[in-house]
């Protein structure tokens, strides 16, 4: 059974930073591309992040480029998302998703529970 686990959610105040990650099981982690995704209140799906599992590549959603840095340890099959230089516009519930393939951009076929992030003073 795919399993996708996030942890690393909480409160933050704008400019600061917090590190999420997605522990992964139910598959070979190294063989397929993954992504975070996030949900704003009241709003719709926003990707944030893919990594692709065979070269490395990663990208990002011009929201957060500059500020976020996704990694992959095929190891451990973790996912990780260090986010820094926080803005309120960053709240939300933060997804990690399994794509259907190597490539992130394949499309999600499994998704974690999400984990929230608040960014206020």
């Known amino acids: 059974e795919v399993q996708l686990v996030e942890s690393g959610g909480g409160l933050a105040q704008p400019g600061g930073s917090l590190r999420l990650s997605c522990a992964a099981s139910?598959?070979?982690?190294?063989?397929?591309?993954m992504s975070w995704v996030r949900q704003a209140p009241g709003k719709g799906l926003e990707w944030v992040s893919g990594?692709?599992?065979?070269?490395?590549?990663?990208r990002y959603a011009d929201s957060v480029n500059g500020r976020f840095t996704m990694s992959r340890d095929n190891a451990k099959s973790t996912l990780t998302l260090q986010m820094n230089s926080l803005k309120p516009e960053d709240t939300a519930v933060y997804y990690c998703?399994?794509?259907?393939?190597?490539?992130?951009?394949?499309?999600?076929?499994?998704w974690g529970q999400g984990t929230q992030v608040t960014v206020s003073s």
């Open positions: 998703a399994k794509a259907s393939g190597r490539f992130y951009f394949g499309g999600m076929d499994y």
């Open positions: 139910g598959f070979t982690f190294s063989s397929y591309g």
């Open positions: 990594i692709n599992s065979n070269d490395g590549t990663i």
